[in-house]
């Protein structure tokens, strides 16, 4: 019997949920990919969804975005570009009109942390929900 590769293997369940993900521009929650996936797997689970989502996330295949919500939403465009939340609806559009910006701290630093990441989010009201103000 050969041995499992120690790189993870493609396997269907996971390519259905990427071409899912990449198919969209809405970020969606994994409830959200779960509903869609299951049109095409109607026998995944949920967890199954989120352990595929773990490991496309270790791969560097797809970005799991904090925007403050209850859920957390993922995008599997990984090229460098920023997220606007509105803050009316929730919905998280891309900005990439916008250089990115590097944010530095001073080099000698005493309260202790380890700085592992930074996070820059823009919020702004969507199209949609200015329309109905
Ligand atoms: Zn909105
Ligand atoms: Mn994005």
Known sequence: MMNEPAKQRMTRQRQVILD????RKDHPTADELY???????????LGTVYRNLD????SGLALKLDMGGA???????ISPHYHVKCVSCGRVDDIRETGF???????????????TGVRV?????????????
Do not use: H, N, W
């Open 101 to 115: 910006v590097e944010i530095t701290l001073p080099p000698s630093r005493d309260d202790g942390y380890a700085i």
């Open 121 to 133: 989010e823009f919020d702004g009201i969507c199209p949609q929900c200015r329309g109905r103000e």
């Open 20 to 23: 899912e993900l990449m198919s």
């Open 35 to 45: 509903a869609a996936v299951r049109r095409k797997l109607p026998r995944i689970s």
């Open 71 to 77: 859920q957390s939403r993922f995008d599997a465009d």
């Open 55 to 58: 490991v496309l996330m270790r």
